[in-house]
Nanobody, 125 residues
Framework: VQLQASGGGLVQAGGSLRLSCVAS????????MGWFRQAPGKEREFVAG???????EYADSVNNRFTISRDNAKKTMYLQMNNLSPEDTAVYYC????????????????????WGQGTLVTVSS
């Protein structure tokens, strides 16, 4: 599967953005999906994940501000980001794995075998 992330941009603190990740290839519903981010000088970190069954997990830093969702018919995953802060500035990557069971959300980068190219989110203060 190939992944294409989009929707990043420059936004003021307190604003919102919605990221999209479109997958090419068949059987999108068979993939567990996730969003990660990497700020300058920092390691890539888990942001949110969604299982094949729709279960979700969030990093503590984004919980109650970000919402992950998926539309299997459109082969697309979304990340709605509200109340953004400068600390959310990073390149955001979407990822997919076909190896997780139905209800499991995958949290670790090493367990994802497919990655998108990233989309830059910049939050100004």
């Amino acid at each position: 599967v190939q992944l294409q992330a989009s929707g990043g941009g420059l936004v003021q603190a307190g604003g919102s953005l919605r990221l999209s990740c479109v997958a090419s290839g068949p059987s999108f519903s068979r993939f567990t999906m996730g969003w990660f981010r990497q700020a300058p000088g920092k390691e890539r970190e888990f942001v949110a994940g969604i299982s094949r069954s729709g279960s979700t997990e969030y990093a503590d830093s984004v919980n109650n501000r970000f919402t992950i969702s998926r539309d299997n018919a459109k082969k697309t995953m979304y990340l709605q980001m509200n109340n953004l802060s400068p600390e959310d500035t990073a390149v955001y990557y979407c990822a997919a794995t076909s190896r997780a069971i139905l209800t499991v959300v995958v949290l670790h980068t090493l367990n994802y075998e497919y990655w998108g190219q990233g989309t830059l989110v910049t939050v100004s203060s």
